[in-house]
Nanobody
């Protein structure tokens, strides 16, 4: 059974920073692709950032230069470092992991950017 679990969401003021974490029940380096998606109220889920096992990464235009995706082998954790947060970044953030064509999703963690 493959599971992924996010943590780290919360309330932050505009301009602030937050780091999300995603752990898994297997080695995160087993996954072909791992990434972060988000869903704001009334909107569809969208890709925020993802990284492949080969080391390549890509980001949504709206977060380029502000968000960074990374993986820590020792902690078996994927991170999303979010800086210069804006109110429009408010959403539920989901961890996604793909293994041989199978997608695994976490339950999501809420990020609220508000003063």
């Amino acid at each position: 059974q493959v599971n992924v679990v996010e943590s780290g969401g919360g309330l932050v003021q505009p301009g602030g920073s937050l780091r999300l974490s995603c752990g898994a029940s297997i080695s995160i380096f087993s996954f072909n692709v791992m990434g972060w998606y988000r869903q704001a109220p009334g909107k569809e889920r969208e890709l925020v950032a993802r990284g492949t096992s080969s080391g390549s990464t890509n980001y949504a235009d709206s977060v380029k230069g502000r968000f960074t995706i990374s993986r820590d082998r020792a902690k078996n954790t994927m991170y999303l470092q979010m800086n210069s947060l804006k109110p429009e970044d408010t959403a539920v953030y989901y961890c996604n992991a793909n293994l041989y064509g199978n997608d695994y999703w976490g339950k999501g963690t809420l990020v609220t950017v508000s003063s």
